[in-house]
């Protein structure tokens, strides 16, 4: 079968033929020179899309959660795209891509699209094609587009500099007072979710939730938007309904309000240097490739410091780049 | 691996077969042996199957099948495949079956059948000579 070019690719992905929208993630996952120009003409094209990220740790419920939420999406007639991301091996670069499972209750309805990603090394959650597969759904028509991070720690936080409505979901059990009150993730909230609440130990984890968010409106001025609380439990069905609540009532504040704007702003900024830090890291590779080694060699003999032959490496790189603009 | 990334497969179960054992074997064979494979869970339709291989555009759809059914489960899978404007996909069977079903499902497209003999290493090298043949896409 021959090779279609992308810019008809994305003509068709805009008519929502998801064999083009499928494919055209896979190029931009790839990072092939060809599809960059039409990525670029695609963004041009985007910006009417909600986009949700969802956060939490590995095995707090997030697949689960997600799988809930689409389906009541649906209900209100939105069409949602989730992108959802899980770890690559470091060892192998391969990977295991599981989250679709706890998905398959969406797996009959065209509405919904679901792809999963992996990491590759990218760190903050998110995998480095991201927001391009972000692009390309809203591009096929997607009004809700849903990025589930890869499991987290304490410190990725990166999903809420890439999302209008960063939900957090917690699982009981996992912490105190103290670990709701520490500094990271828990910190990215618009909409907190405690995940599994038919647990008895549920309602200390909404508790300490609460209290931690009710030390910090003592703190800080007042804003737009007060950061709910939502217990949740896929198996009972309950919470759902009251999540849907709140994030149509933060899609509002994202898209209309002043704070929204300024979120946009955010956004861009966080896009822009984010891909700036790609390209560098691209072309440190490709000239670190060839200008590492004879430095670690001196670097080795104790010929220089460290410091002074990473200037030398670094100053490889600015050369490289004057000499292709 | 492709010129461009990691080897993207997807292992399905499909009908009412219910044993999985030897298609996580497989699944941790492949990511161990650098793939990106989605896994999608028992019980799966053919809809719901070709559905997720179009939308993870994988390089390879596997299909494990134990019950017999694979004379009515891939006829299926390549009229869906076909409708998605999906015919480019690679589609191998794995499990247990009958030589002549293998024949029967080879003469319909099926590019290669690993049953349940095959060494992990020939499932890597086939799979990987199967998408270099194929190319860019």
């Known amino acids: 079968m021959s090779y279609i070019p992308s810019d008809i690719l994305a003509e068709r992905a805009a008519r929502g033929e998801l064999q083009a929208v499928g494919r055209l993630i896979s190029r931009a996952e790839a990072g092939v020179p060809e599809v960059r120009t039409t990525l670029a003409a695609i963004y041009r094209r985007t910006g009417a899309a909600h986009v949700i990220g969802i956060t939490g740790v590995a095995g707090s419920g997030k697949s689960t959660l997600v799988a809930g939420l689409a389906l009541r999406l649906r209900q209100v007639g939105d069409k949602v795209g989730i992108v959802a991301i899980d770890p690559s091996s470091p060892y192998s670069g391969g990977s295991i891509l599981g989250d679709r499972i706890r998905m398959s209750e969406l797996a009959a309805d065209p509405g919904i699209f679901i792809r999963s990603m992996a990491t590759r090394g990218a760190l903050g959650g998110m995998a480095r094609a991201t927001l391009e597969a972000v692009d390309i759904l809203d591009l096929a028509g997607f009004d809700a587009i849903i990025i589930e991070t890869v499991g987290v720690g304490q410190d990725e936080v990166e999903i809420a500099r890439a999302s209008h409505t960063t939900i957090v979901v917690s699982a009981p059990g996992l912490g105190d007072g103290i670990q709701a009150i520490k500094a990271g993730t828990l910190e990215i909230a618009d909409i907190h979710v405690v995940s599994k609440c038919d647990r008895s130990d549920a309602n200390r984890t909404l508790m300490d939730l609460k209290q931690m968010l009710m030390l910090g409106h003592a703190a800080a001025a007042s804003t737009d938007w007060q950061v709910p609380v939502i217990g949740v439990s896929a198996y009972s069905g309950e919470g759902i309904d009251a999540l849907v609540t709140a994030i149509t009532r933060h899609r509002a504040v994202a898209f209309r309000s002043a704070a929204g704007q300024t979120r946009r702003l955010a956004i861009a900024d966080f896009r822009l240097r984010k891909t700036a830090e790609n390209l560098l890291a691209e072309r440190f590779a490709a000239v670190a490739a060839e200008g590492a080694p004879p430095l670690a060699r001196r670097l080795a003999d104790r010929d220089a410091g460290p410091y002074t032959l990473a200037r030398e490496l670094v100053a490889n790189l600015l050369a490289w780049e004057s000499k292709h603009e | ?137």
């Open chain 2, 1 to 137: 691996m492709t010129e461009t990334g990691p080897i993207r497969m997807l292992l399905a179960k499909v009908g009412l077969d219910g044993h999985d054992r030897g298609v996580k074997v497989v699944a941790r064979t492949l990511r161990d042996a650098g793939m990106d494979v989605i896994y999608s869970g028992l019980h799966r339709t053919p809809e719901e199957v070709v559905t997720a291989a179009v939308q993870e555009d994988v390089d390879v759809l596997g299909v494990s099948l134990l019950s017999g059914t694979q004379l009515t489960v891939f006829p299926r899978i390549f009229a869906l495949l076909g409708q998605y404007g999906a015919g480019d996909m690679i589609v191998v069977a794995g499990g247990v079956m009958p030589d002549e079903d293998v024949a029967a499902i080879k003469a319909m497209g099926v590019r290669a059948v690993l049953l349940q003999d095959t060494p992990p290493e020939t499932i890597v090298t086939t799979l990987r000579r199967l998408v270099a043949e194929r190319g860019a896409r």
